[in-house]
């Protein structure tokens, strides 16, 4: 069965740091590129960053630059979510998403609150 797990999500003070991670199991890891998305009450889901099938390519939104990072482990099939200086329009749920040409595999979501 081809699953994401997301965790790590919680509830942080405005410049607090959290950490994400997705887990991926029955399916071939390495053969995905890889994304974190988010979605605020109210709002679209939105593309946060994403990274390559080696890891050695990663994009993020303009609105995450500098402050958040993506990385993966291949041996592990995890893929991570580092966030920093995290403030309250941050505040939405976070889903990992595994992506290759014709499928598009989600998780179930973990929630971000970031209180001011």
């Known amino acids: 069965q081809v699953q994401l797990v997301e965790s790590g999500g919680g509830l942080v003070q405005s410049g607090g740091s959290l950490r994400l991670s997705c887990a991926a199991s029955?399916?071939?890891?390495?053969?995905?590129?890889m994304h974190w998305y988010r979605q605020a009450p109210g709002k679209e889901r939105e593309l946060v960053a994403g990274?390559?099938?080696?890891?050695?390519?990663?994009n993020y939104a303009d609105f995450v630059k500098g402050r958040f990072t993506i990385s993966r482990d291949n041996v592990r099939n995890m893929v991570y979510l580092q966030m920093t200086s995290l403030q309250p329009e941050d505040t939405a749920v976070y889903y990992c998403?595994?992506?290759?040409?014709?499928?598009?595999?989600w998780g179930q979501g973990t929630q971000v609150t970031v209180s001011s």
């Open positions: 990274i390559s099938k080696t890891g050695t390519a990663k």
């Open positions: 998403n595994a992506f290759r040409v014709s499928t598009s595999i």
């Open positions: 029955g399916l071939t890891f390495s053969n995905y590129d």
